[in-house]
């Protein structure tokens, strides 16, 4: 049988829905029932009702999240390292210690840190909302983590706030260069050019937009452009292809590729349902701190 039918079968057996980020591989994202960024798969996990078992096909800081948000279910992360080298950068210790230097600060962390620095966090954030969640806070001074390239977007959009950034980044889009516009703009002159704010700031300072995955997206449907050159993880290309048959889509430079979110096979989600792995498992203590930081978000959208 083929395995994507297999699959298909197993998930009836084991009443199991499975989720895909949009950074996947393609035929990982074709067999999900919901592919999206981390805010909507965010919202789909704590909306979703009549499953036990959500594979979440992504890395273990976004399955982390659908546990804390669905606690009362089964969350299997097909691939168990499959983790986010920026989430690792920000660890409990060093959170409590910048706590301490910045005493008060209302503490924003982005979707993309583990499950303890997200229950020692005031709120959390996505790319799509960071700018909106800083803005509300209530409070002058902000410790942002743990992308400092976000923090700079931020900084940029939100003013009367101090603004404290921790210095994490993103491997994967720091590699997107100016030279890289550059070259867009000379082959493809009337391609629109747009980048994630995980990028770094001369790089969103040359593009013509700065969006999250989601609001790229929605800009390459609204957009009168025909031609987009795409500065972010080129998992995003796949969905944009799909959802506009009649726009043309290159990678800004070389594709860009996360190996963490490309480790998940059909295989691998196979082997998830088969064998119940690799299931997320938080102390309770953490998902109480963790849900209080992703609700206050939720609140916010
Ligand atoms: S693309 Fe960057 S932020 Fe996203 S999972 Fe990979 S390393 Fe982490």
């Not at 546990?67 to 920026?86: N, Y």
């Not at 931020?154 to 950034?165: D, L, P, S, Y």
């Not at 096979?265 to 998902?287: F, G, H, M």
């Amino acid at each position: 049988m083929d395995i994507t039918e297999e699959i298909k079968n197993l998930k009836k057996a084991k009443n199991a829905v499975i989720i895909a980020h949009n950074y996947q591989l393609p035929e990982v994202q074709d067999i999900a029932d919901f592919t999206g960024d981390s805010l909507e798969l965010s919202r789909k996990a704590m909306e979703l009702e009549g499953f036990d078992v959500i594979v979440f096909c992504g890395v273990r800081f976004m399955a982390e999240t659908a546990k804390i948000l669905s606690p009362g279910r089964k969350v299997l992360l097909p691939e168990a390292d499959a983790g986010c080298p920026m989430a690792d950068m920000a660890d409990p210790e060093g959170l409590l210690k910048m706590k301490e230097m910045h005493p008060g600060a209302w503490v924003v962390s982005y979707v993309n840190t583990s499950a303890a620095v997200k229950a020692l966090s005031d709120v959390c954030c996505t790319s799509a909302n960071a700018d909106a969640v800083v803005r509300n806070a209530p409070r002058d001074k902000v410790i942002f983590l743990p992308d400092r390239n976000l923090c700079w977007y931020v900084r940029q959009k939100v003013k009367g706030k101090e603004i404290v950034c921790w210095d994490g980044y993103c491997i994967v889009h720091r590699r997107f260069k100016p030279g890289d516009v550059a070259m867009a703009r000379k082959l493809y002159p009337s391609g629109e050019v747009i980048v994630h704010p995980e990028c770094d700031p001369e790089v969103q300072s040359l593009a013509d937009g700065v969006y999250s995955t989601s609001g790229m997206l929605r800009r390459v449907r609204e957009s009168l452009s025909g031609v987009f050159i795409v500065g972010t993880e080129e998992g995003l290309i796949h969905r944009m292809k799909i959802e506009n048959p009649g726009k043309t889509f290159y990678s800004l430079g070389p594709a860009r590729t996360c190996s963490n979110m490309k480790k998940t096979t059909l295989s691998s989600v196979k082997n998830a349902l088969v064998q119940d792995r690799y299931p997320v498992e938080l102390d309770p203590d953490v998902i109480r701190g963790a849900r209080r930081a992703l609700e206050r978000m939720i609140e916010y959208i």
